[in-house]
């Protein structure tokens, strides 16, 4: 004997509309009816009409106690398997000013209602028609198994959760976190107050906007110089600065000190900002000589070297204890006197000052005559060699000759140190003889004595002679005794 049961499900969908936080929603119910169809089979005709009523009734009872709920279960197990339907979202990190993609996985997607709503819990999109009347929001793909939207130029208050829902029996939601990264921008360096020679500046690099923090650091010569940092939160971003004190010398102007900001979302790049020291100083002023010896006749060019900070903008040029030549002419930081002559020799001073000092320097101009060498040949006997003699020949037609070197002293043509050193040998030697005369004077005065006759004998008596004694009137005596 052979017992076939057989089972059907018969699935009617009716929508019922319901009304709920003012959004229409669509809940499917399914109405299953089950049919059981019991056949009894023999294979021996004969004994089924001596027992049919009896195993009719007990296999019945037998099918219906025991197939029949098991069937029943086990269909409904798996129908409900086939219909349990999911959705999934996924997290999204984008940079400000991008795009950022939405995407809800669907599972068993059966055309129930997907619904989009944004971190406000407004409405986006329902099954793919546009709710929310903003632009930036785009439905890309709507298909059984995955829904996405875009959201361009995208800011920092569109992030937040995104809830993708799916309406069936039960409601099923997902969140879709957005993340919105801020770079920063290349930072500013501000500075308090200017930096002056031998104090200190304080600089401050600023980052103001960036989300995560942006990471601040000084850089000066390859080295890293620490900073005070501190951190402001401006709604969702991140306002940094870094302050550091640096000591300042008339070396640092112009030394360059650079501020970097590092940020995840640069992806290993750095936003740097060069700055250069302004230290202030005081100025200094050289004046700068022409090359060679200046005569009557030449053009002098003096040029007033300056440097400080702030570059002193006014120049004086003065003459010591005396006026500027008629014929000077001043062009910015430079004096030029032409056809110069012995009366333009003097002391030329150059000022120059600004709001922190005054500085000056001298130059001392001497203008030589006019010197020309003139060689001449003397005729000489044909046996002799001829000598060329030269001559110093000083007309004021005479052309200059020139002598490497600068002017620091006065100086003409005339040798003065010649004739000073012939000089003082002449006052040394007059002076000399003039000691000498006189000792010899001092040594002839004094006594002498005299023998006049030859024959006197060994004891005869001589008179004392006195030369220059004090009775002038007597002169020279001898006496023999």
Not at 102 to 125: A, E, K, M
Not at 275 to 292: E, M, N, S
Request: glycine share 6%.
């Amino acid at each position: 004997m052979c017992l076939v049961v057989s089972t059907f499900f018969v699935c009617k969908k009716t929508p019922v509309n319901v009304v709920k936080q003012n959004q229409t929603h669509s809940r499917l119910y399914s109405r299953v009816n089950l049919r059981v169809h019991v056949t009894l089979i023999s294979p021996r005709k004969r004994n089924i009409k001596k027992r049919s009523a009896g195993l009719s009734k007990m296999a019945f009872t037998a099918v219906w106690n025991y197939s029949v709920p098991l069937s029943v279960i086990t269909l409904l197990s798996l129908v409900g398997t086939a219909r349990c339907q999911a959705v999934q979202a996924e997290n999204v990190t984008v940079l400000e000013g991008g795009t950022a993609q939405i995407s809800c996985r669907l599972q068993n997607y059966d055309g129930s209602i997907v619904v989009i709503q944004n971190p406000r819990r407004q409405t986006l999109f329902f099954n793919g028609t546009r709710a929310l009347k903003d632009d930036r929001f785009q439905m890309v793909l709507f298909t059984p198994r995955l829904v996405r939207i875009t959201l361009t130029n995208v800011s920092v208050s569109d992030e937040g959760g995104y809830f993708c829902q799916l309406y069936t029996d039960d409601t099923h939601h997902q969140v879709a976190t957005l993340s919105v990264s801020v770079p920063p921008d290349t930072p500013t360096v501000e500075v308090k107050q200017e930096a002056v020679e031998g104090g200190e500046v304080e600089l401050t690099c600023l980052s103001p906007r960036s989300k995560p923090p942006a990471t601040l650091r000084w850089i000066r010569d390859r080295r890293e110089i620490p900073g005070v940092v501190s951190q402001q939160e401006n709604g969702k971003t991140v306002s940094v600065s870094s302050t550091i004190r640096l000591p300042v010398e008339r070396k640092d102007n112009g030394a360059a000190v650079s501020c970097e900001a590092s940020h995840p979302a640069l992806g290993g790049q750095k936003r740097v900002r060069h700055y250069r020291l302004d230290v202030h100083f005081a100025p200094t002023v050289r004046i700068i000589p022409p090359p060679g010896i200046l005569r009557e006749g030449d053009s002098l060019s003096l040029t007033c070297s300056i440097t400080g900070n702030p570059l002193p903008r006014d120049v004086q040029w003065t003459r010591i204890n005396d006026t500027l030549p008629e014929r000077a002419e001043i062009s910015g930081t430079t004096l030029q006197v032409s056809r110069l002559s012995q009366s333009h020799n003097g002391t030329y001073l150059c000022q120059a000052q600004n709001n922190y000092g005054r500085a000056a320097d001298h130059y001392t101009l001497l203008v030589y005559e006019n010197v020309s060498v003139t060689t001449m040949v003397l005729p000489t006997s044909h046996h002799t060699t001829s000598h060329p003699i030269t001559l110093l020949i000083t007309p004021s037609y005479a052309p200059d000759l020139r002598d490497p070197g600068a002017v620091i002293e006065t100086h003409s043509a005339v040798p003065y140190a010649v004739i000073g050193g012939v000089l003082a040998l002449l006052v040394f030697t007059i002076i000399c003889v003039l000691i000498i005369t006189i000792w010899c004077s001092v040594r002839q005065k004094g006594s002498y004595l005299t023998h006049e006759a030859s024959g006197l004998d060994e004891h005869g008596e001589v008179q004392e002679a006195f030369l220059n004694g004090n009775d002038a009137s007597q002169g020279k005596k001898e006496y023999l005794l």
